[in-house]
């Protein structure tokens, strides 16, 4: 595949997800961003949190060519991910702080971060193999295949923060 498609492709896909994501945040009332949701959890803002330190960046400092489709992992990560029933740990270093969290500083970060990866994915080469994190379970991946590890996981996200949503403005 082309570079120019996967660039693309890859940069509709970022704002199309960071823009549902930053659009649900923006609809939660301001009072309600460090509040817990009647069934538990983390609150709004911590959702949000998180989402900026596990989506901030990819480990590409150090790359090298690949020696497989720079695609391989990318339908086991949406397997794991896209599927909402399946409940996952947060590794430490993004878990959310406690707050309080104002929606304006969150929604700045976020599209700091977005914007980031839009110049990113269209300077860096998607096909390289990133030679600075293992991801569990996967081992080390392309560029292409974290994008999308961090798009499903804001999509993932996403369908948690909807539900927050919901359970806020329900009659």
Sequence with gaps: MEQAIIRAD???RF?????AFSGLLWAIHEDE????PSYGGWTP???????IK???GIPDDNTQAADRAFDEKVDGLAKVFLDVEIKMQSPGFILPGDGPFTKNALLE??????QGHLENIAAKDPFALC?????????????????NFLLFHLERHTHQLRKMYESFHSA
């Design 15 to 19: 704002e199309k997800h960071y823009g």
């Design 109 to 114: 970060q976020l599209a700091h971060i977005k």
């Design 33 to 36: 961003m460090n509040r817990v």
């Design 131 to 147: 030679m600075d994190m293992e991801m569990p379970g996967e081992g080390l991946m392309t560029r292409y295949e974290w994008w």
């Design 10 to 12: 890859l940069a509709t």
């Design 54 to 56: 596990a989506t901030g």
């Design 45 to 51: 803002g911590q959702v949000a949190d998180h989402v």
